[in-house]
């Protein structure tokens, strides 16, 4: 595998079921992202981590739950959903930065496939 | 707060005809500079990036981008389009040294034949 890869790529759940997204990348980074991406609006950042440590929640709801066990690894875990919250989910890498310190300029995201979610 | 504007959410051409896509930003203030490309049902590619140096940027499958401070502008152009370039483009911001990106709301290109 090479890049960044999302399972599962299609997700339908009731708004009762808990559930996880997974995201892998394989790229040596240090950083990673969860976007959410609905119809008709900008992508919106929901979580930024680096070196496993969270730097980022743009007052994403608790019924998202990240969790970062080490830089090439992020989940999403989900529960209790609403069905507005249907969506694509996209994860994203970078080199980030050093533990506690801005990130270089030169930094770039690279983008999983993302996960196609449907809550009902 | 900062901004990025994509003028045209939809953009019809044909094929073999050249095409701009166009954004715009609210500060020129150490920016960095990203277009991306989503074909449907995949994630975002990045196309290229302006980061320093030279104003106009080559990227893949034909793009290039001209930074322009005074205009603070990223327009994206290609000579000649084809069927396949077809999908919805993103530009993207980064300010300084922030850690997050600001996205356009997309422009879908869509390629006639």
């Known amino acids: 595998e090479t890049g960044v890869t999302q399972t599962p790529r299609h997700l339908v759940m009731g708004m009762t079921n808990k559930k996880s997204l997974k995201c892998e990348q394989h790229?040596?980074?240090?950083?990673m992202y969860w976007y959410k991406q609905s119809a008709k609006k900008p992508l919106e950042l929901m979580f930024v981590?680096?070196?496993?440590?969270?730097?980022e929640n743009n007052s994403v709801p608790s019924r998202f739950s990240p969790e970062c066990p080490n830089s090439s690894h992020l989940f999403l875990h989900l529960h209790t959903l609403q069905p507005e919250d249907s969506a694509l989910y996209l994860c994203?890498?970078?080199?980030?930065?050093?533990?506690?310190?801005?990130?270089?300029?030169?930094?770039?995201?690279?983008f999983g496939p993302g996960t196609r979610l449907t809550v009902l | 707060a900062q901004s990025v504007t994509q003028l045209d959410s939809q953009v019809p051409v044909f094929e073999e005809a050249p095409v701009e896509l166009r954004c715009n930003y609210s500060s020129s203030v150490s920016v960095y500079l990203f277009w991306y490309v989503q074909y449907p049902n995949q994630g975002l590619q990045l196309l290229l990036k302006y980061l320093s140096g030279s104003t106009l940027v080559k990227g893949i499958n034909g793009f290039e981008a001209e930074f322009n401070k005074s205009q603070t502008s990223f327009h994206l152009r290609k000579p000649s389009v084809h069927i396949s370039d077809t999908a919805e483009y993103f530009c993207a911001v980064r300010w300084g040294s922030a850690r997050q990106l600001t996205f356009g709301s997309g422009t879908q290109l869509t390629v006639l034949p």
């Open positions: 981590y680096n070196f496993k440590e969270q730097t």
């Open positions: 994203a890498s970078s080199i980030g930065g050093a533990s506690g310190r801005p990130f270089w300029s030169t930094d770039t995201q690279y």
């Open positions: 790229l040596g980074h240090n950083a």
